[in-house]
């Protein structure tokens, strides 16, 4: 029988290191816009090759807070958001746990 997930609490973040951006957090968000998702199809050979494949759609999600650090501006971070692949829970998609 399964049981219901009850979030986890908040886990501190790091970084090991810096890139060309300091560290920082972004605060947890719930937003919609147009964005991809990525999966990882075995095609069949005797080696186990994989092939990414993307679909793409838009609903409102959520994003937990992050703190990281990166090599390129702030601008083109948020800029370039929906062009990022996303993980979230399609039956709560603006209900991460955690």
Do not use: C, N
């Not at 919609?32 to 759609?57: K, N």
């Not at 083109?76 to 829970?89: G, L, R, T, Y």
């Amino acid at each position: 029988m399964e049981q219901p997930v009850q979030p986890a609490a908040e886990i501190p973040q790091t970084t090991e290191g810096e890139g060309k951006e300091p560290t920082h957090t972004h605060p947890a968000i719930v937003h919609s816009h147009d964005h991809y998702h990525v999966t990882h199809h075995h095609t069949g050979g005797l080696l186990g090759e994989f092939e990414h494949r993307t679909y793409w759609h838009t609903h409102e999600h959520d994003h937990s807070a992050l703190t990281h650090s990166h090599d390129y501006t702030h601008e083109d971070e948020d800029e370039h958001h929906a062009k990022e692949a996303h993980v979230h829970d399609h039956a709560h998609p603006s209900q991460s746990p955690g």
